[in-house]
């Protein structure tokens, strides 16, 4: 298994509030993505990262932020969460972006609730 | 036109049959496809890339792509209930640094 750990892994808080969500990974990979998966929507990418400080919007990143000062971590915030960020947050990583046709591969994801 | 659609199902196939999953794509220049599989609660899982025309076996996964009919598909032979899952299929927009997904097939295998 790739080795991408994301965490929390659950949590619950309060519309208006900032939050961070963290993915680290073990495999020098220099590609990462941030994605969300609801009902009806299927996985929806939010930002990605091509490298250290290096990123880029996704299809919906309205709402979010990232940062990337490691290789091994790339960091999604919501500034102040909303409960439409309602959602299940999935980082990904992959060796060489789509340069080299290279898969993606999924952390555990973290199951984000805002009331 | 969504770029990547996939039956949503569910699909139902009985235990030991072939289970037949389908995607389309509206990309032309797309070079690269991917089979995912999704356990109800648990992250997508990669079980099959496939770059060229044509057929590609990997024990009883078979994925089939045709770029002139912008298809892929994904058969399961000897389906088994721990096949029962959400397949997701996910197309590579070239130049666009993005893999975008179809919103999944439900897939139940029954005993």
């Known amino acids: 298994d790739a080795g991408i750990t994301q965490s929390p892994r659950h949590k619950v808080t309060e519309t208006g509030t900032p939050v961070t969500l963290r993915c680290h990974q073990t495999e020098n990979h220099r590609y990462m993505y941030w994605y969300r998966q609801d009902p009806g929507h299927g996985l929806r990418l939010i930002h990605y990262s091509y490298g250290v400080k290096d990123t880029d919007k996704g299809e919906v990143s309205d709402g979010y932020s990232v940062s990337r000062s490691k290789t091994e971590d790339f960091l999604l915030t919501l500034e102040s969460a909303t409960s439409s960020q309602t959602s299940v947050y999935f980082c990904?990583?992959?060796?060489?972006?789509?340069?080299?046709?290279?898969?993606?591969?999924f952390g555990d994801g973290t199951r984000l609730s805002i009331l | 036109q969504k770029e990547v659609e996939q039956n949503s199902g569910p699909l139902s196939v009985p235990e030991g049959a072939i289970a037949s999953l389908n995607c389309t794509y509206s990309?032309?220049?797309?070079?690269?496809f991917f089979w995912y599989r999704q356990y109800s609660g648990k992250s997508p899982e990669l079980i099959m890339s496939?770059?060229?025309?044509g057929d590609k076996e990997d024990g009883r996964f078979t994925a089939q792509l045709n770029k002139a009919s912008q298809y892929v598909s994904l058969l399961i032979r000897d389906s088994q209930p721990s096949d029962s899952a959400t397949y997701l299929c996910a197309v590579l927009i070239q130049g666009a640094q993005k893999l975008v997904f179809g919103q999944g097939t439900r897939l139940t295998i029954n005993p």
């Open positions: 990904a990583i992959s060796e060489s972006g789509n340069r080299y046709n290279q898969p993606q591969h």
């Open positions: 496939i770059y060229s025309n």
């Open positions: 990309d032309r220049v797309s070079q690269s």
